[in-house]
């Protein structure tokens, strides 16, 4: 069974500053997807990014990015310029091709301070 | 752009009673998960449909059932209802081309 792993439960971060999310995976398959999910103070479930196992490409969107290190099972997600409004829960999610079911880690709540 | 409604938002319920959630996908998604956050824990993977057929199950209690219906809308109905029930239920929606599914609001149950 494919497992996510976050073992950070916690961080903070200063506003307008840098601050990485870990995350990794185990799974024996090839076809897979990779997300990170935010979970802000009013529990709404949100997309932040997404991830195919099968593009080298990092995926970016604004400012958030990842770093797939693919042999090494590892998804972490890059918040720069952090803003108030990023303070969340942040959950990594692991798909498998064909699959229905979207696992998740523990999550890392972070907080971004003023 | 449309979302993912669930209904009710907040409902409280005796042990023992039952409860009925609902969720209406997003317009042209033929999937549909459940799924059950308790405080603060990670979202528990219940159970999925794929063209109103069961897809996969997860973590469900045999006291819970859940359906796709024809206009894609989803239930997901629970029994006996115990304490530890207490919890956010997410219903989440995917279309057909996509990997990423998109949630609701969530429907948050406390059973008293």
């Known amino acids: 069974a494919q497992t996510v792993t976050q073992s950070q439960p916690e961080m903070s971060v200063q506003e307008a500053e840098t601050v990485t999310l870990s995350c990794t995976y185990d799974?024996?398959?090839?076809?897979?997807?990779l997300f990170w999910y935010k979970q802000p103070p009013s529990r709404q479930m949100i997309l932040v990014i997404r991830?195919?196992?099968?593009?080298?490409q990092n995926a970016t969107e604004n400012r958030f990015s990842v770093n797939f290190q693919k042999a090494a099972k590892s998804f972490s997600l890059k918040i720069s310029d952090s803003q108030l409004g990023d303070t969340a829960m942040y959950f990594c999610?692991?798909?498998?091709?064909?699959?229905?079911?979207?696992?998740f880690g523990k999550g890392t709540k972070l907080t971004v301070n003023p | 752009a449309a979302g993912v409604i669930q209904s009710p938002r907040h409902l409280i319920k005796e042990k023992r009673e039952t409860a009925t959630l609902k969720c209406y996908p997003i317009?042209?998604?033929?999937?549909v998960y459940w799924y059950q956050q308790g405080p603060g824990q990670d979202p528990q993977f219940l159970i999925s449909f794929y063209e109103k057929m069961q897809s996969d199950k997860g973590s469900i209690p045999d006291r819970f059932s859940a359906q796709q219906f024809s206009d894609y809308h989803s239930e997901l109905n629970m029994s006996s209802l115990e304490l530890g029930d207490s919890a956010l239920y997410f219903c989440a929606s995917r279309g057909r081309e996509v990997p990423e599914a998109f949630f609701g609001q969530g429907t948050r149950l406390t059973v008293v």
């Open positions: 317009p042209r998604h033929d999937t």
């Open positions: 999610a692991f798909l498998q091709g064909g699959s229905e079911k979207l696992v």
């Open positions: 799974t024996s398959e090839n076809n897979y997807y």
């Open positions: 991830q195919e196992a099968y593009k080298q």
